[in-house]
């Protein structure tokens, strides 16, 4: 089945996708995109993160039932509220954090961990927290990691530097948990969640660690004069920890600034 350049296959008996590549970022990363097509057992049906919506395309999904829901993902949704004008009477679903910058659609409810009764006993619907939980795995990586490293502060050249390794991993492993335990109530939209993502581990990871590589080295006195006191390494050596200490500090920086922009607002918009 072909709707100008999108082809719907068909999977089951009332299920069907279409894939279509998206310039994401400017079109520097094409990403496919998949739109998955529901059918209940009224006839109804659930169109998740829609496609482009063609007149031929349009009446391919009207041949398969009348449309009643559309689900827009936390992540993309383009196409979404093109989808909305030619479907005016449908309801529009929105993931539990979709981008509030979507101001031309109207969403008429948030989905929660449980389906909407029009869907109960057909569709399941599950909250998938996956950058929350991958927080959560690396807040508990890093807590192993400074407990590992205070017992191995007496052999390091400086072990001031240990203890400082130690205390910072534990208070960062914290940190990690209560980010990935508050990361379901942000709202970033897809491209303020990856930065913040990937800043927020790497700040926390780069702080702990990097007073290790002084007590290892036996530097570290220029950016930590407290734990370092006067352990001076090579121009390499305090460069690196140099390097580390700041672009940490200012990756820490910037992930605040997201978190509150990210907790703006009501938690029950949608």
């Known amino acids: 089945m072909g709707g100008g350049s999108l082809e719907l296959v068909q999977h089951d008996t009332d299920l069907w996708s279409t894939e279509q590549p998206l310039a994401w970022q400017a079109g520097l990363l094409p990403i496919p995109v998949r739109m998955t097509v529901i059918r209940l ?76 009764a029009a869907w109960a006993g057909e569709v399941e619907s599950h909250l998938l927290l996956g950058f929350s939980r991958r927080l959560l795995r690396l807040g508990a990586l890093l807590l192993l990691m400074g407990l590992l490293i205070g017992l191995a502060i007496p052999a390091l050249a400086v072990p001031r530097l240990g203890v400082s390794t130690h205390l910072n991993a534990v208070v960062s492993a914290v940190l990690l948990f209560a980010l990935g335990l508050l990361w379901p109530q942000l709202r970033l939209g897809a491209r303020g969640s990856i930065v913040a993502f990937w800043l927020a581990p790497y700040s926390f990871f780069t702080a702990s660690l990097t007073p290790l590589l002084g007590g290892i080295w036996g530097a570290g006195g220029a950016m930590l004069p407290i734990a370092g006191g006067t352990a001076r390494g090579s121009a390499f050596q305090e460069g690196v920890i140099a390097v580390g200490l700041v672009s940490a500090g200012a990756a820490i920086l910037v992930v605040c600034v997201l ?12």
């Open 41 to 116: 057992h009224d006839g109804g049906l659930i169109l998740h993160s829609p496609a482009p919506m063609s007149p031929g395309f349009r009446e391919e999904l009207d041949a398969l039932g009348r449309v009643e829901f559309i689900v827009v993902p936390r992540m993309h949704g383009k196409f979404a509220a093109r989808a909305a004008e030619s479907y005016p009477m449908t309801r529009v679903l929105a993931a539990p954090d979709a981008p509030p910058r979507r101001k031309s659609l109207t969403f008429h409810a948030s989905l929660e961990d449980r389906p909407p």
């Open 259 to 270: 978190l509150l922009v990210g907790l703006r607002g009501s938690p029950c918009e949608p």
